[in-house]
């Protein structure tokens, strides 16, 4: 349960009210199993009479006798009583409310029952996020949140990528994070896991309106654990990992040498094969480690009482890479308290320190597997030199690095302290009024370093004639305040709530960098700027950003059936140009909750609860550079002159004077369904999204001269999708069981993009290619779609090279049996640009997330899975390891390679020069079905009963993340290549970090 | 928090950069202003315009792209006329990054004379070598693209809505103008720490150029004449002394690049290096490497002394102006045999380099990376100069004058002087262009202008399936043993040239594109 949320709920609820003298009775409130209801309202039913239980449960109240007194709080069912006046002790057992609806969820700027939202919410709580443990607590979201898209890369401390309910404009598709109110820029990966009580996503405009300018790409709200009244309790918790990424299964150096040489024999060519000091060395297993360690322990004690209520907890967490080198960890204390001065006034303080630090590594999964494995690691002995970074072999047959020598150079780490402050104050002058201001501080300064050694392995291809050392310092500090004052009310059936606001925030950076070259020797000692000997380099800049905004809420229902929420917001923005810094994000959103119609709760008893929900409004992104209206002049345009060089200045940037917001529209319909006490619940959504006047910088003619590409307001895009989940729970004896299924699928198209042309992107320049696009944009049609050739299978024989014709003429003149057969698709007789068409989709049409726990007395179990089905990748890796340019090749490569009719796995002959640019010009030979459903997580626990350890509880855990993946995509991670890119490019395979298999052994401790 | 506290409070201008609504108040912005015009004439990178410049020598009889290990995708489809070559990079980066620099010129020109300062003499001179650039700048367009649009302001995208290219004529039209007005306000000289700036004499001469382009024989003569007798200039005693880096700004020079050896910044001249032997002690890209035809053409010419002086050949055991032979070649380190300069024929289609751009061992900076050489591009030269003048009065039938500056150039070179006219005068005056102007961004342009007996473009004759370059290189009897041996660049460059597409190169597919088809492709570009 919410328990902070529903404190605060409680608190801000409770009255203390007039009394009669009568008869004073009191008691306890406790849960089924004896634990204390604390901030349970006791109030004389039909009267303003009542009061709140306090940390033990207990309560006293002075009321007529034979009243009826109507005991409540949030999360249970609530109970009446009627006083009889022989008794003054009442033992009040309320049960647990299990209509699931009954949640409070956190919306902007408050606080609301969840069958009362008009909007698309979602809501996962504190525990689900720590049950997975990552560096990162967005990790834990994938497949549990519908509708976003969360796709994650393995490198430590890698944040996930998320996107929202698809993609409406090409200006980064990240949502806008808010931590306890306070915008948060750059995601919530510095935050601990195991502080977050909760984390809302606020999926649609109509609840993300009141966020305006940031909202666009949705709103991601985190709230953080707040103290309990009653005793201490004390949690520890420790997650300690194994990871492991598996080998590719390059070929040997046998394999090899044979492909490398058939390469040439194919083409009737002599091989240049240089076989001096050949070996035989496995590059994948020099490089990455079997396992790498990953651990996680945190530490919380929380408490309080009705006066003053606390929360502090530490946490660390450690994630190594799979390499030498390279590790990325997070040190973090939080100190949430609340304070209640008096009855009507309220204090708030909350204190996160935190401290991040790094190595940086090497990533060499591409040059492991590209590294001749015929080279050893080291030259020979006898040519080794006082520079132990020369002393690496160079790679005999082709031109990639030494990946050995590569990690064994790399020197970097960076380290960044900051803080999170926030003191806030809420008073509550008359009943239903509260007024609440918070100010709140983000600062931090980081640090990072680096340095690369000289080094001479190839003095023609691989080497660095001079060290090279750098330092960058950067500070933040960011503030907002916010001021909101609302009021909630009943008048007979009709109950309103009304809140208005003032916001500001200013966002402060400043950074200085300083590189040397040159330092007089590679020792660690002399690893300093100072110590630099030429190519002196110096940078530092500041900058600033200002938000100003007004906003308002209604919230009206009547007799909980019918339900209307309207929201206002004024944005001021200092990155806009005079004229238009202002703007108004409106939002409108009803809900009709048939299940509390007389004619539905008196004939339907299966259905508990039943909810329309219909909401409309616009959202802002304002995500483009502060200078982006402005023209600019830098002076680093340097010419010499005489016996010396001038300084000059050149225009830098051309502003746009007309810039306004990107405005996005968004219509949601919803259907909430519970059955069965709500056992079974089902949720229904559709929705389309439309950006107006996205903000997208521009190509123009280059016949302006810009030294830039213009920001302009152009464009519109769409995004049309839908939601579906179900969810199930149910308890038999000693089981119980959960089951949830979500379904979603969105559909992202341009409807004017520059409003010029096509727009391509996704250049491929590695493997074979040298500057390819591979994705092509157009007005009207789906975004980012693969743009190739068509491959149409293999020439067996010289019959089929000779019937791909056209009038007599070969179409593919420079095919052999053995190669690529690529259609000509406009029937002009030649393979060029035009014969491209829309072969591949890299966005999903169905991404699925299934979630279960089952646990039998002490024992729990729980699966977690989430996949993609209907998405393509462009594998680049096919590319690289299939014997075009010398690079080493996947295991097997020679008996998959094409050598004679019928023979083969689909690989075309081996060929040097490759005349028919099998594989220097992309087609759909490269692109690949990207679908598959993954294993996320598997956990068993087991928690010890309470009959042996008292008031100790201890859980024991095993997990295995991401154990297996169902996929047809031959590449290592069909996952990274979505996490990949942007919204114009996405879904290229280059072999980045790919997510790894990590198996973790848990404690939970808690007394 | 309402009301101009709140407008206050939105208002964070952007530091660290100046705007250019402020700029313009004081002389040293002008200046530092014009500094970064100057810039904009290579930016010092490899790949703005050096590239072109090489790509330009590759196109002709004098050159191959060279490089055989590595991807020709920057120059093939423009170098072997494969007629696809629309967005040929190093062509489209030329034709975006001149106009990035017309963009400079034109703020400067409509600025300046705004400026508060009280200075008037130095405004004027100011303006007139931002056109002097533009009039470069413009000059490099029109002789590659033929007619571009003229965009003389800084304008905005909705403004030039429709734009349409000017005629080349237009074009011409402007750069005489700019070198015009340029040349009556500019000094004859600078002091010392204003060498390199646009001189009167460097826009004379460029219109003198200009206008020979144009075949406006008496103009250009008239004017090449000032240039000649303005006592400004002479030839350098040495052809080998033109080109090198203690030579930079010498007699000679009407305009040069000024480069510079920085650690810190770049300031040099990448065809040293990108144009460079890959088998070096300091390692070249081997883009733009001199052909046997233009060997040939030296010692057809008996001219030994500007052969030596132009091409280095692998096998060698000396180089034209290298005293430390020994040490440069103990420092090659894929050289087995040290006694001869090693330019690897595997990797080297012609396995020759161009000696004018070659750095003596010795007097090598500290760094060798493309953007620190400090060899001054030669962009106008006296010697140039004369042939142009020459090439005049050839055309207005002034032979003897003619001769008078066509044999300075010779003797020079250790040729024996000539007494001609006519027709047999114009072919040793383009002869002498090939032989003296090598490599120096001039051979292109000229072939693509002059017109041969047959009435054809001398391009035409040379390029094409019946070229008399194709048909020696394809012909293994008379092709170079080392261009024939190496196919890795084909050897039939040529072979698909054709007449009326390629004495022009494409305008970039981008500018088509992006102006909705209102600004139109050269003939037979598709």
Redesign the interface.
């Known amino acids: 349960m919410a328990e902070a949320a529903l404190v605060a709920l409680c608190l801000i609820c409770s009255q203390s009210l007039f009394a009669q003298t009568r008869v004073q009775v009191g008691g306890v409130v406790s849960e089924a199993d004896g634990t204390p209801v604390v901030g349970a309202n006791v109030i004389e039913k039909g009267t303003m009479n009542g009061t709140m239980t306090g940390t033990d449960g207990r309560w006293m109240l002075t009321v007529p006798n034979g009243a009826t007194l109507t005991v409540s709080c949030i999360g249970f069912d609530s109970q009446e009583i009627t006083v009889n006046g022989a008794r003054t002790n009442y033992q009040i057992v309320l049960g647990e409310d299990t209509s699931f609806l009954d949640e409070v969820v956190v919306v902007g700027y408050g606080v609301v029952k969840k069958s009362d939202l008009t909007s698309s919410i979602s809501t996962i709580r504190g525990e689900d996020i720590v049950d997975m443990p990552s560096m990162n607590a967005m990790n834990s979201l994938q497949g549990k949140v519908n509708g976003v898209q969360i796709s994650t890369a393995g490198s430590p401390g890698a944040s996930p990528k998320v996107i929202i309910r698809g993609i409406t404009t090409t200006n980064g598709t990240s949502p806008l994070y808010v931590v306890d109110g306070a915008p948060l820029s750059g995601g919530i990966g510095s935050l601990n896991d195991n502080d977050i009580e909760s984390i809302e996503v606020l999926k649609d405009a109509s609840a993300a309106a009141i966020y305006g300018t940031r909202g666009s790409n949705g709103v991601i709200l985190v709230t953080t654990k707040k103290g309990v009244a009653g005793k201490p309790r004390i949690d520890f918790s420790t997650n300690f990992g194994l990871q492991h990424i598996p080998d590719p299964h390059m070929a040997d150096a046998k394999e090899y040498e044979q492909v490398y040489k058939t390469r040439y024999s194919n083409d009737g060519a002599v091989d240049n094969w240089n076989g001096k000091n050949a070996t035989n060395t496995n590059w994948w297993k020099e490089v990455v480690k079997p396992v790498a360690l990953t651990q996680n322990y945190q530490f919380s004690v929380r408490g309080g009482s009705d006066r003053f209520i606390y929360n502090l907890s530490l946490g660390y967490t450690k994630q190594h890479s799979q390499f030498e080198k390279g590790f990325s960890d997070k040190f973090n204390i939080r100190l949430n308290t609340e304070y209640n001065l008096a009855k009507w006034i309220k204090l708030g303080f909350n204190l996160a320190p935190r401290l991040t630090s790094s190595q940086s590594y090497a990533t060499l999964f591409t040059g492991s597997m590209s590294m001749d494995p015929s080279t050893p690691i080291y030259r020979p002995q006898e040519e080794w030199t006082d520079n132990e970074y020369s002393n690496f072999a160079r790679s005999h047959n082709n031109q990639s690095y030494n990946p050995v020598g590569q990690q064994f150079r790399s020197d970097g780490k960076g380290r960044n302290y900051g803080i999170m402050v926030s003191p806030s104050i809420t008073i509550t002058p008359v009943k239903g009024l509260t007024f609440l201001s918070q100010f709140n501080v983000n600062a931090g300064v980081s640090r990072s370093d680096s340095f690369s050694p000289k080094f001479d392995i190839d003095s023609a291809h691989e080497y660095a004639t001079v060290s090279t050392v750098s330092r960058n310092y950067s500070e933040s500090f960011n503030w907002s305040t916010t001021n909101t004052l609302t009021y909630i009310g009943s008048f007979a059936k009709h109950n309103l709530t009304g809140m208005l606001g003032f916001t500001a925030e200013r966002f402060a950076s400043y950074d200085n960098s300083a590189s040397r070259e040159a330092t007089p020797n590679d020792s660690d000692p002399l690893r300093e700027v100072g110590a630099g000997t030429q190519t002196e380099h110096g940078g530092g800049s500041s900058s600033f950003n200002t938000l100003v905004s007004w906003l308002a809420r209604v919230m009206y229902n009547y007799d909980n059936r019918y339900y209307l929420t309207a929201t206002g917001r004024v944005d001021g923005s200092s990155r806009f140009p005079a004229g238009n810094k202002y703007a108004f994000f409106p939002s409108v959103s009803v809900a009709w909750r048939f299940s509390e119609e007389a004619f539905v709760k008196d004939n339907i008893d299966w259905l508990s609860q039943g909810k329309l929900r219909l909401g409309w409004g616009q959202v802002g992104n304002q995500s483009i550079p502060s200078n982006a209206p402005l023209t600019l002049l830098r002076t680093n345009a340097r010419y010499a002159f005489g016996d010396g060089f001038l300084v000059g200045s050149q225009l830098s940037t051309v502003g746009n004077t007309n810039l306004r917001w990107e405005t996005v529209e968004d219509y949601n319909l919803g259907l909430d369904l519970g059955f069965f006490r709500n056992k079974l619940n089902v949720t229904a959504d559709i929705y389309k999204k439309t950006s107006h006047g996205m903000l997208y910088q521009k190509d123009n003619v280059w016949v302006l001269g810009y030294p830039n590409n213009l920001w302009e307001n152009v464009g519109s895009m769409e995004a049309k999708g839908w939601e579906f989940s179900v969810d199930y729970k149910d308890a038999k004896g000693d089981w119980t069981y959960t089951v949830g299924l979500n379904l979603s699928g969105v559909r992202n198209r341009a409807i004017k993009f520059s409003g010029q042309g096509y727009v391509y992107s996704g250049r491929i320049e590695s493997g074979a290619i040298y500057g390819e696009n591979s994705i092509r944009n157009e007005d009207g049609m789906p975004i980012s779609r693969f743009y190739l050739l068509t491959c149409d299978g293999i020439f067996q024989n010289q019959a089929e090279v000779d019937a791909h014709s056209k009038d007599g003429k070969l179409i593919q003149p420079n095919a052999q049996p053995g190669d690529l057969r690529i259609k000509d698709l406009n029937g002009d007789g030649v393979i060029n640009e035009e014969d491209k068409s829309y072969v591949g989709d890299p966005y999903p049409d169905l991404m699925v997330g299934l979630n279960f726990s089952v646990s039998y007395k002490n024992w729990d179990l729980s699966g977690n899975f989430y996949g993609t089905f209907g998405n393509d990748v462009l594998n680049m890796t096919k590319n690289w390891y299939s014997g075009i340019n010398g690079s080493n090749v996947f295991a097997g490569t020679l008996e998959k390679a094409w050598h004679g009719q019928g023979t083969g796995a689909g690989l075309p002959r081996l060929s040097y020069n490759d005349k028919n640019q099998n594989y220097s010009r992309l087609s759909t030979f490269f692109m690949e079905d990207g679908t598959y459903f993954r294993c996320k997580q598997l956990q068993l626990g087991y928690t010890f009963p309470r009959s042996l350890m008292k008031d100790v509880r201890l859980r024991l855990s095993l997990r295995a993340q991401n154990p297996f993946t169902l996929t047809k995509y031959s590449g290592m991670d069909p996952e990274r290549p979505q996490y990949d890119g942007s919204a114009l490019q996405t879904g290229i395979d280059n072999v980045a970090y790919p997510s790894p298999r990590t198996f973790m052994f848990g404690i939970n401790l808690s007394f | 928090?309402l009301g101009s506290s709140?407008?206050d409070?939105?208002?964070?201008p952007?530091?660290?950069?100046?705007?250019?609504?402020s700029?313009f108040v004081t002389e040293e912005?002008s200046?530092?202003?014009?500094?970064?015009?100057?810039?904009?004439i290579t930016f010092?990178g490899w790949w703005q315009v050096y590239n072109f410049w090489l790509l330009s020598e590759m196109c002709t009889d004098d050159a191959w792209m060279g490089n055989t290990t590595q991807?020709q995708?920057d120059y093939i489809s423009i170098a072997h006329f494969q007629g696809?070559g629309q967005t040929n990079?190093a062509c489209n980066n030329f034709?975006?990054q001149r106009?990035?620099?017309?963009?400079?010129c034109?703020?400067a020109i409509a600025r300046i004379p705004e400026s508060a300062y009280n200075n008037e003499a130095m405004k004027a001179r100011l303006v007139a070598e931002a056109k002097f650039l533009r009039g470069f700048f413009y000059l490099e367009l029109v002789r590659a693209f033929g007619g571009?649009?003229i965009?003389n302001s800084f304008?905005?995208?909705d403004e030039?809505i429709g734009?349409t290219r000017n005629t080349a004529e237009e074009v011409w039209a402007q750069v005489e103008q700019d070198f015009k007005e340029a040349a009556e306000v500019l000094p004859a000289r600078y002091?010392?720490?204003?060498?390199?700036?646009a001189t009167k004499y460097a826009a004379l001469g460029m219109l003198g150029k200009a206008y020979v382009y144009q075949e406006k024989w008496s103009e250009a003569k008239a004017v090449l004449k000032q240039v000649i007798d303005s006592g400004q200039y002479d030839l350098m005693e040495n052809f080998g002394d033109v080109w090198d880096v203690d030579t930079n700004n010498n007699k000679e020079s009407i305009f040069e690049l000024?480069?510079?050896f920085?650690?810190?910044?770049n300031?040099g001249n990448a065809i040293p290096v990108v144009a460079g032997n890959?088998s070096e002690a300091n390692?070249g890209w081997a883009w733009g490497l001199p052909s046997s035809d233009l060997e040939k053409a030296f010692i057809d010419a008996g001219d030994y002394e500007r052969l030596r002086w132009t091409i280095i050949k692998n096998g060698d055991t000396e180089i034209a102006g290298e005293p430390d032979f020994e040490a440069l070649m103990a420092a090659n380190?894929?050289a087995t045999d040290k006694t001869k300069y090693f330019i690897d024929p595997s990797m080297h289609k012609p396995a020759r380099v161009c000696r004018k751009i070659y750095i003596p061992y010795k007097k090598r900076p500290a760094?060798w990376t493309q953007d620190k050489i400090p060899l001054n591009q030669r962009i106008l030269r006296l010697a140039d100069v004369y042939l142009l003048y020459a090439e005049a009065c050839n055309e207005l039938h002034d032979d003897a004058e003619a001769c008078i500056y066509l044999n300075k150039v010779r003797v020079r070179a250790k040729m024996p002087e000539v007494s001609q006219t006519g027709k047999d005068l114009q072919k040793t005056i383009r002869l002498e262009r090939r032989l003296e102007l090598a490599f120096e961004n001039n051979r292109l342009w000229d072939i693509r202008r002059w017109t041969d007996d047959n009435g054809k473009k001398m391009m035409c004759n040379i390029m094409g399936p019946n070229g008399t370059f194709v048909k020696r290189n394809t012909n293994k009897d008379t092709a170079d043993p080392y261009e024939w041996e190496n196919q890795k660049e084909l050897s039939n460059k040529g072979e698909t040239f054709q007449e009326n597409r390629d004495l022009l190169f494409p305008i970039?597919l981008?500018?088509i594109?992006?102006?909705?088809g209102t600004?139109e492709q050269n003939p037979g570009w598709n």
């Open positions: 928090m709140c407008s409070f939105l208002n964070e952007v530091r660290g950069t100046q705007n250019l609504d700029y912005e200046v530092a202003y014009l500094t970064g015009c100057y810039n904009a010092y991807a995708t696809i990079p034709y975006q106009y990035r620099g017309i963009l400079r034109n703020v571009v649009p965009t304008k905005m995208p030039i734009v002091g010392a720490a204003d060498v390199g700036r000024q480069t510079r920085e650690t810190s910044y300031l890959r390692d380190r894929y760094r970039p981008h500018e594109t992006m102006s909705n600004i």
